[in-house]
């Protein structure tokens, strides 16, 4: 499985952007398909996600301002990035297909196929 991520940029706080994923098969054919960011000098950590199914799940710092979306058609997902926050800069990869961490970390997962980042910057 390949994934390429595009649209990231530059933008001013409080602007939207909108970041894409697409995926080299069928996305209903994958359990999940998921976005993670890496601020520089920190770990990086799980944006948002949707499974095979449509459900999706936010990290906190994300709910009601980003929101996934995803053209089954192109095999695509999107993040909608809305009120940028200059705390939201960071490179974002999508990731596909996963399974749990295990019992210890419940809604934790490890990703099997990774894109390349797309950097995504908010100037305040």
């Given at each position: 499985?390949?994934?390429?991520?595009?649209?990231?940029?530059?933008v001013?706080?409080?602007?939207?952007?909108?970041?894409?994923c697409a995926?080299s098969?069928?996305?209903?054919?994958?359990?999940?398909?998921?976005?993670h960011r890496?601020?520089?000098?920190?770990?990086?950590?799980?944006?948002?996600?949707?499974?095979s199914?449509?459900?999706?799940t936010?990290?906190?710092?994300?709910?009601?301002?980003?929101?996934?979306?995803r053209?089954?058609a192109k095999n695509t997902?999107?993040?909608?990035?809305?009120?940028?926050?200059?705390?939201d800069?960071?490179?974002y990869y999508?990731?596909?297909?996963?399974?749990?961490?295990?019992?210890?970390?419940?809604?934790?997962?490890e990703?099997?196929?990774?894109?390349?980042?797309?950097?995504?910057?908010v100037?305040?």
């Open positions: 499985v390949q994934l390429q991520a595009s649209g990231g940029g530059l001013q706080a409080g602007e939207s952007l909108t970041l894409s995926v098969r069928s996305i209903l054919d994958i359990n999940a398909v998921a976005w890496q601020a520089s000098g920190k770990q990086r950590e799980p944006v948002a996600s949707v499974t199914g449509g459900f999706t936010y990290a906190d710092f994300v709910k009601g301002r980003f929101t996934l979306s053209d089954t997902v999107y993040l909608h990035m809305n009120s940028l926050k200059s705390e800069t960071a490179v999508c990731a596909a297909g996963r399974t749990p961490v295990g019992p210890a970390r419940p809604g934790v997962y990703y099997y196929y990774w894109g390349q980042g797309t950097q995504v910057t100037s305040s």
